[in-house]
């Protein structure tokens, strides 16, 4: 059966990659209302990283909001509350999750294992260009420089 003739040039592959240890600019890209096996729900929220040497990787972020567990919803909302600021939304009011999809922060992450399984971890959450913010990039080739003018008195014709 013939797939087709897309180009596969700039498609990521599918599979679990975690990201290195860092800060990464990121832009949220989906929110998604998910439900633990528990019946509680939580927002589900989709990091895209804009730059560096994993531009395009995605990784997630679980805020229980609804958790039945009041520990679990504070953090939750604490979480929230310091996306909304690092986005510069109202940082008092919970809001839509429109009002984050497609806006760009930074996230510090780590990686944490349990049961020998290793996990993303989102520690922090600053503005784009936060003071301490330094993004995760690619290694840059020198620019070469570029020849200076040479004044006409010195042309060699």
Not at 52 to 75: E, H, I, Y
Not at 82 to 100: Q, V, Y
Not at 149 to 155: D, G, V
């Amino acid at each position: 059966m013939n797939l087709g003739n897309n180009d596969l040039t700039n498609v990521s592959e599918f599979g679990r990659d975690l990201l290195s240890p860092g800060d990464y600019h990121v832009a949220i890209s989906n929110a998604e209302l998910k439900e633990w096996p528990s019946g509680d729900k939580y927002l589900s929220l989709w990091y895209k990283v804009q730059d560096g040497p994993r531009t395009g990787a995605v990784c997630f972020d679980s805020l229980s909001l609804w958790d039945s567990d009041p520990k679990f919803q504070n953090m939750a909302f604490s979480r929230l509350k310091s996306i909304r600021k690092a986005l510069g939304l109202n940082p008092n009011i919970p809001g839509d999750t429109d009002e984050l999809l497609g806006k760009s922060l930074t996230i510090k992450v780590s990686i944490r294992s349990k049961d020998g399984k290793d996990y993303q971890n989102i520690n922090s959450y600053k503005p784009i260009g936060a003071a301490g913010a330094s993004i995760v990039q690619p290694a840059q080739a020198p620019v070469p420089p570029q020849a200076q003018p040479q004044p006409a008195s010195q042309m060699p014709w």
